[in-house]
């Protein structure tokens, strides 16, 4: 039993480990697309059923031994996992990584306003920990830098110097400070 219980000990760490790298490298993003949706949501509760075997393993393995059970270790997983959960679910690690990236982002649209106006954007730019797919020289000297899609819908971070910027369909803003905002392409 004790193998056993090592064994899924193991495997929960590796899968719980993996999880969390995956769900906050990609559901960090300006949106969730339906496949960190679907790893968000039914790869935590795989991860989780498997912990609960482990857990039920461990208190069975040693019950009658109250000084050696050592739950603290057990219950550290699921709380770092409820917490990445949290924070991706939330749009805190989105903002995380928003803030980490502004400088680079603000130097960007700076920069590169010209050639996007004049349609010279290339995907695949990395600016600071967004990957742009498209961008977006709007008037006003608006600039939408698109970095991903969010369900079946384009999301990303918009620079808006003077107002919020234009609604063009049924776009939504979310502010984050100063002249940037949080799209989401709304039909």
């Known amino acids: 039993m004790r193998v056993l219980e090592r064994v899924l000990a193991i495997l929960t760490v590796s899968a719980g480990s993996g999880w969390a790298i995956y769900v906050l490298a990609f559901g960090s993003d ?89 349609g010279e954007f290339r995907p695949g730019v990395r600016v600071g920990l967004f990957w742009l797919r498209e961008a977006e020289a709007l008037p006003g000297g608006v600039v939408r830098l698109i970095t991903t899609q969010c369900m079946f819908d384009d999301c990303g971070v918009v620079y808006s110097p003077v107002a919020e910027p234009p609604r063009i369909g049924r776009d939504i803003y979310s502010a984050l400070g100063g002249p940037w905002y949080h799209w989401r392409q709304g039909w």
């Open 30 to 118: 300006a949106g969730l697309t339906v496949p960190v949706l679907l790893a968000l949501v039914w790869g935590g509760v795989a991860v989780l059923v498997v912990w609960s075997l482990r857990a039920g393993l461990h208190l069975l393995n040693t019950r009658g031994l109250p000084g050696q059970r050592h739950l603290r270790r057990v219950i550290a997983q699921p709380a770092a996992l409820a917490l990445c959960f949290a924070l991706v679910w939330s749009e805190a690690a989105f903002r995380i990584r928003f803030w980490l990236s502004r400088p680079a982002l603000q130097s960007y649209v700076q920069r590169a306003r010209p050639s996007i106006r004049h």
